[in-house]
């Protein structure tokens, strides 16, 4: 069953055209890959699933229901919780701060339960916290927990963007490039959790990644972009050998 | 209905306007260049009009000498703001909202500098204009003054910045910074000549606002929100939109002091025209008419 | 003003007031950081509201809670257009909102004249806010022949709501609501993706600094016993800006100590004006020149401020963290 269904969606800046009438599906419980040259469209396509820039046209399905101009709030709520290629952390605020920010329906987060319901969001953010420390375990991250944002890593920022991302319960999770800035063996193990995850909990994976042998030996499918429309969509194994891929990533090369 | 004196109020209007544009060409300059909006820029108008005040008055001064300086004075003054306070915080990574605190905490260093000199009563300008008559409207050599200086202003300002390199420079990097920065121009001293002659405008237009009234140490403040309105109504940074939003809010502020006095309304609520000319254009267009002129959207 | 302790009192009180003024930017811009720029609109608010409360005989309890009510009333209405601005255009839409406000209330009870002339031909007579010519405002405190009761009585009233502020607003900021706000002022776009409805919190936040601004002009309106639209120039909303920035933005007790700072400063040039007959100099003029080029000193050297903002403090974090340097 496809969790996500994208039909005919388009976005252009000016006159460029970023992503050109795109059709993809994305199955219940699978962790599927995009792939395709810097500049192809692909966090445009992740920014309009997110709701965080409006589209031109098409339409976006997410488990049944139309989600195309929701807001970015209300695509969280149903589920889709995406990080950023260039992490979008609370940058002055702690690791854990960070983590617990993206807890969901968090009764102390409300004016009024903030001051009279101290009690109930005491209790409820012990809960949160020795989540968030488990995670933050998962990802290597536990000795920063206590420390300001601002100060990890380049690969740390990564990880901490999918833990965040991770401690919202996701259904569907939209990951941009988790592994960039990340040494290569780190970046095998992250694709490792990746699995895990969604085998204990069900989640969907949906992750940009430049990394294209680790993604493959973990990627149920996998859709290529190229100058903002889908090349390719199969499997993993189809890829190198697909001749509009090859000439995408030639040009690319030759471009560059 | 009372009969309008319509040439009169077209006629007041243009002069309103015109000293809108002086005030607010540099305000808007320095705000697309220098990324914040500079608050010190009234005190470059106010200085402008004690400048002049000092030299045609109390030095007994020929009025384009006291016009000149008055010019000089807030060139200068604008332009050792952004060097000695502005451009170092910038370097040092204070975030816009700083800058703008610290461009009013200069400016009040500048205001009441002003005020331990000269006091806080009205000062006047004792000149002797002389007068035409035509039909129903009223020409005072003032008037002419001020319309052929923001004639000059406009027509100088056009050239410099269509047929000079520099000003080319000016307009792309008032179009966009990051661009003019990655294209390898030297923003910075772009942004020190665009202070320079920003705010000697400013001190120009504090100069002919003295002549026409009088000096006090809120005369620029109280230009302050008009400028920005124009600013903000001609789209930030763009020298055009600046020239046609001043003479739309100079029409506007004069029919509406008209408005106001036959209704036997205070007519200093006419400010209210400029705050809900800066509310509805930033919710409404928030780039203001500049893209109407340049016939499309900034990409 | 020549005796010390009139001198003393009339310091301490202007602490307290500012202290609660201070503590309400602190709320909106070191948390959440919305840089509202109109405070001084918002004092005028409670300010005049009290004014009118106490003179028509109402309690001078109704009279604190109607001036909050009013200013965080009128504050929510303003935030319904202001926060669709980005930082910078708040924060000129706000201060050009209280040079309005303030315009407004100078020409309120004109306009009401000429529009009641113009419409029922009367020449009627309207004094609500009393134009420029201000108005003198009944103390909440009526002692008589007491001074010494009299000022107890007042400061225990300022330093208690200056208390009740503290407690209120470190409730707020040491708690996950607190974590949000902080959050938006981070990264308002990543705070929606982790579904914050933002909005909501920013009109809140508006909401509430704009009532305790309203409180703490309610209080000064009484003891200085006289407001006028010149009280409340943009000045004072600077002075209450420096007092943020140079105590420490997002840190309660800095703000705090910023505001004894300033006040202090103001307190000297008083001093000096009333003390010394003649000086070739006006110690208010010196007063703002130092106070304009200190502020730029302290944005230069020492942005951050005097006392640091601190990490959020809640309970269950505390426990992990002690957990955390112990294991
Ligand atoms: N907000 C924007 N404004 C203008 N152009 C944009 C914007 N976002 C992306 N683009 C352009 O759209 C194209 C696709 O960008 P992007 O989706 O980031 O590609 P990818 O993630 O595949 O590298 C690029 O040419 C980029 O410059
Ligand atoms: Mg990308």
């Given at each position: 069953?496809?969790i996500l269904?994208v039909?005919?969606l388009s976005k252009s800046f000016?006159?460029?055209k970023?992503?050109d009438?795109?059709?993809l599906?994305?199955?219940?419980?699978?962790i599927?890959?995009?792939?395709g040259p810097?500049?192809s469209?692909?966090?445009t396509?992740?920014?309009?699933?997110?709701g965080?820039?409006?589209?031109?046209?098409g339409?976006?399905?997410?488990?049944?229901?139309?989600i195309?101009?929701?807001?970015?709030?209300?695509?969280?709520?149903?589920?889709?919780?995406r990080?950023?290629q260039?992490?979008?952390l609370?940058?002055?605020l702690?690791?854990l701060?960070?983590?617990l920010?993206?807890?969901?329906?968090?009764?102390?987060e409300?004016l009024?339960?903030?001051?009279f319901?101290?009690?109930?969001?005491?209790?409820?953010?012990k809960?949160l916290?020795d989540?968030?420390?488990?995670i933050l375990?998962l990802l290597?991250?536990?000795?920063?927990?206590?420390?300001?944002?601002?100060?990890l890593?380049?690969?740390q920022?990564?990880?901490?963007?999918?833990?965040?991302?991770?401690m919202?319960?996701?259904?569907l999770l939209?990951?941009?490039?988790?592994t960039a800035g990340v040494?290569?063996?780190?970046?095998?193990?992250?694709?490792?959790k990746i699995?895990?995850v969604?085998?204990?909990y069900?989640?969907?994976?949906?992750?940009?990644e430049?990394?294209v042998e680790?993604l493959f030996?973990y990627?149920n499918?996998?859709?290529?972009?190229s100058n903002?429309?889908?090349?390719?969509?199969g499997?993993?194994?189809?890829?190198?050998?697909?001749?509009r891929v090859?000439?995408?990533?030639?040009?690319?090369?030759?471009?560059a | 209905m009372?009969p309008?004196?319509?040439p009169?109020?077209?006629?007041?209007s243009?002069?309103t306007?015109?000293?809108f544009m002086?005030?607010a060409?540099g305000?808007s300059?320095?705000y697309?260049?220098?990324r914040?909006p500079n608050f010190?820029?009234a005190?470059?108008?106010t200085?402008?009009g004690y400048v002049g005040?000092?030299?045609s008055?109390?030095?007994?001064?020929?009025?384009?000498?006291a016009f000149?300086?008055?010019?000089?004075g807030?060139?200068l003054l604008?332009?050792a703001?952004?060097?000695?306070?502005?451009?170092?915080l910038?370097d040092?990574g204070?975030p816009?909202?700083?800058?703008?605190?610290?461009?009013i905490?200069?400016?009040?260093v500048?205001?009441?500098?002003?005020q331990?000199?000269?006091?806080?009563s009205?000062l006047?300008?004792?000149?002797?204009?002389?007068?035409?008559i035509?039909?129903h409207?009223?020409?005072t050599?003032?008037y002419?003054?001020?319309?052929?200086?923001?004639?000059?202003?406009?027509i100088?300002?056009?050239?410099?910045?269509?047929?000079?390199?520099?000003g080319?420079?000016?307009r792309?990097?008032?179009d966009?910074?990051?661009l003019?920065?990655?294209?390898g121009m030297?923003?910075?001293?772009?942004?020190?000549f665009v202070?320079l002659?920003?705010?000697?405008?400013?001190g120009?237009?504090?100069?002919?606002m003295?002549?026409?009234?009088?000096?006090?140490?809120?005369?620029?403040w109280?230009?302050?929100?008009?400028a920005?309105?124009?600013t903000?109504?001609?789209?930030?940074?763009?020298?055009y939109?600046?020239?046609?939003a001043a003479y739309?809010?100079?029409?506007?502020?004069?029919?509406s002091?008209?408005?106001?006095a036959?209704?036997g309304?205070?007519?200093?609520?006419?400010?209210?025209?400029?705050?809900?000319?800066?509310?509805?254009v930033l919710?409404?267009?928030p780039?203001?008419?500049s893209?109407?002129i340049?016939?499309?959207v900034?990409? | 003003m020549?005796?010390?302790?009139i001198f003393v009192?009339?310091i301490?009180?202007?602490i307290?007031?500012?202290?609660?003024a201070?503590?309400?930017?602190?709320?909106?811009?070191?948390?959440t950081?919305l840089?509202?720029?109109?405070?001084?609109a918002?004092?005028m608010m409670?300010?005049?509201?009290?004014?009118?409360?106490?003179?028509?005989?109402?309690?001078?309890v109704i009279?604190?809670?109607?001036s909050?009510?009013?200013?965080?009333?009128?504050?929510?209405?303003?935030s319904?257009?202001?926060?669709?601005?980005?930082?910078?255009?708040?924060?000129?839409?706000?201060?050009?909102?209280a040079e309005i406000s303030?315009?407004?209330?100078r020409?309120f009870?004109?306009?009401v004249?000429?529009?009641?002339?113009l419409?029922?031909?009367v020449?009627?007579?309207?004094?609500?806010?009393g134009?420029?010519?201000?108005?003198v405002?009944?103390?909440f405190?009526?002692?008589?022949?007491?001074y010494?009761?009299?000022?107890?009585?007042?400061l225990?009233?300022v330093?208690g709501?200056?208390?009740?502020?503290?407690v209120?607003?470190?409730?707020l900021s040491?708690?996950?609501y607190?974590?949000?706000?902080?959050?938006i002022?981070e990264d308002?776009?990543?705070?929606?993706?982790?579904?914050?409805?933002?909005w909501?919190?920013?009109?809140?936040?508006?909401?509430l600094?704009?009532?305790?601004?309203?409180?703490?002009?309610a209080?000064n309106a009484?003891?200085?016993?006289?407001i006028?639209?010149?009280?409340?120039?943009?000045?004072l909303t600077f002075?209450?800006?420096?007092m943020?920035i140079?105590?420490?933005?997002g840190?309660?007790?800095?703000v705090?100590?910023?505001?004894?700072?300033?006040?202090?400063i103001?307190?000297?040039a008083?001093?000096?004006?009333?003390?010394f007959?003649?000086l070739?100099f006006?110690?208010?003029?010196?007063?703002?020149i130092f106070?304009g080029a200190?502020i730029i000193?302290?944005?230069?050297f020492?942005?951050r401020?005097l006392?640091?903002?601190?990490p959020i403090?809640?309970p269950?974090?505390?426990?992990a963290?002690?957990?955390?340097t112990k294991?």
């Amino acid at each position: 069953m496809a969790i996500l269904k994208v039909k005919r969606l388009s976005k252009s800046f000016g006159g460029l055209k970023a992503v050109d009438s795109i059709d993809l599906d994305v199955e219940e419980e699978t962790i599927t890959g995009l792939i395709g040259p810097n500049g192809s469209g692909k966090t445009t396509l992740f920014n309009m699933i997110s709701g965080v820039i409006p589209r031109d046209s098409g339409e976006i399905w997410f488990r049944g229901e139309r989600i195309d101009g929701l807001k970015p709030f209300e695509i969280y709520a149903r589920g889709i919780v995406r990080s950023f290629q260039i992490p979008r952390l609370f940058w002055k605020l702690t690791v854990l701060d960070n983590m617990l920010l993206a807890a969901r329906g968090f009764n102390g987060e409300s004016l009024v339960g903030a001051i009279f319901k101290r009690g109930g969001w005491i209790l409820e953010e012990k809960r949160l916290v020795d989540k968030a420390l488990d995670i933050l375990d998962l990802l290597g991250l536990s000795d920063s927990a206590f420390k300001p944002t601002y100060q990890l890593s380049g690969g740390q920022m990564k990880l901490l963007e999918m833990g965040r991302a991770l401690m919202a319960d996701p259904k569907l999770l939209l990951l941009d490039e988790p592994t960039a800035g990340v040494n290569p063996k780190l970046a095998y193990s992250i694709f490792g959790k990746i699995e895990e995850v969604r085998r204990a909990y069900g989640t969907t994976f949906f992750v940009i990644e430049h990394r294209v042998e680790t993604l493959f030996s973990y990627a149920n499918w996998v859709y290529v972009m190229s100058n903002g429309s889908l090349i390719y969509g199969g499997k993993p194994s189809g890829v190198i050998s697909d001749s509009r891929v090859q000439k995408a990533y030639l040009g690319d090369i030759h471009a560059a | 209905m009372l009969p309008l004196n319509l040439p009169q109020i077209f006629f007041n209007s243009i002069i309103t306007g015109s000293i809108f544009m002086l005030a607010a060409i540099g305000l808007s300059l320095s705000y697309s260049l220098s990324r914040f909006p500079n608050f010190t820029h009234a005190e470059y108008i106010t200085l402008g009009g004690y400048v002049g005040y000092l030299l045609s008055e109390q030095l007994g001064m020929p009025l384009y000498v006291a016009f000149i300086a008055s010019f000089l004075g807030s060139s200068l003054l604008s332009l050792a703001s952004y060097n000695v306070v502005f451009k170092p915080l910038q370097d040092r990574g204070s975030p816009l909202i700083y800058l703008m605190v610290a461009s009013i905490g200069l400016g009040l260093v500048v205001r009441h500098t002003i005020q331990q000199i000269w006091g806080g009563s009205p000062l006047t300008i004792r000149a002797i204009w002389p007068r035409w008559i035509l039909g129903h409207l009223t020409i005072t050599g003032l008037y002419i003054y001020i319309i052929t200086a923001a004639i000059v202003t406009a027509i100088a300002l056009h050239l410099l910045l269509t047929r000079t390199t520099i000003g080319k420079c000016i307009r792309a990097s008032a179009d966009n910074v990051e661009l003019a920065l990655s294209s390898g121009m030297n923003v910075s001293s772009i942004s020190r000549f665009v202070w320079l002659i920003g705010g000697g405008l400013a001190g120009l237009s504090g100069f002919f606002m003295v002549a026409i009234a009088n000096a006090i140490p809120l005369l620029g403040w109280r230009l302050l929100i008009p400028a920005f309105a124009v600013t903000i109504l001609g789209g930030i940074g763009s020298f055009y939109g600046v020239l046609i939003a001043a003479y739309i809010i100079g029409v506007a502020e004069n029919f509406s002091v008209v408005g106001l006095a036959a209704l036997g309304l205070p007519t200093d609520l006419k400010m209210l025209i400029s705050f809900v000319i800066i509310v509805v254009v930033l919710l409404v267009k928030p780039e203001g008419i500049s893209a109407s002129i340049r016939g499309g959207v900034r990409v | 003003m020549s005796d010390p302790s009139i001198f003393v009192m009339h310091i301490a009180f202007r602490i307290g007031v500012y202290g609660i003024a201070a503590l309400s930017l602190n709320i909106e811009y070191g948390y959440t950081g919305l840089s509202n720029f109109g405070k001084a609109a918002f004092l005028m608010m409670g300010a005049y509201t009290a004014a009118i409360a106490v003179e028509n005989g109402l309690h001078p309890v109704i009279a604190i809670v109607l001036s909050i009510v009013v200013a965080g009333f009128i504050g929510l209405s303003a935030s319904l257009f202001a926060l669709k601005f980005r930082e910078d255009y708040l924060a000129i839409t706000m201060l050009a909102f209280a040079e309005i406000s303030r315009l407004i209330l100078r020409n309120f009870d004109d306009s009401v004249r000429a529009l009641t002339k113009l419409i029922t031909g009367v020449e009627g007579y309207t004094n609500i806010f009393g134009g420029v010519h201000g108005k003198v405002v009944r103390s909440f405190v009526s002692i008589p022949g007491d001074y010494r009761l009299y000022n107890i009585v007042q400061l225990t009233l300022v330093y208690g709501l200056l208390a009740s502020s503290y407690v209120f607003v470190r409730l707020l900021s040491d708690s996950p609501y607190g974590r949000v706000l902080r959050a938006i002022r981070e990264d308002e776009l990543a705070s929606q993706t982790l579904g914050k409805k933002t909005w909501v919190y920013k009109m809140q936040i508006i909401g509430l600094g704009s009532a305790l601004a309203g409180l703490a002009g309610a209080l000064n309106a009484q003891f200085e016993g006289y407001i006028s639209p010149e009280s409340f120039q943009p000045h004072l909303t600077f002075a209450i800006w420096m007092m943020v920035i140079l105590g420490g933005v997002g840190n309660n007790l800095g703000v705090l100590l910023g505001a004894t700072l300033v006040e202090s400063i103001e307190a000297i040039a008083l001093f000096v004006k009333s003390f010394f007959g003649y000086l070739p100099f006006d110690p208010v003029n010196i007063q703002w020149i130092f106070v304009g080029a200190s502020i730029i000193a302290i944005i230069a050297f020492k942005p951050r401020g005097l006392l640091e903002e601190r990490p959020i403090k809640t309970p269950a974090v505390e426990v992990a963290r002690i957990g955390y340097t112990k294991g």
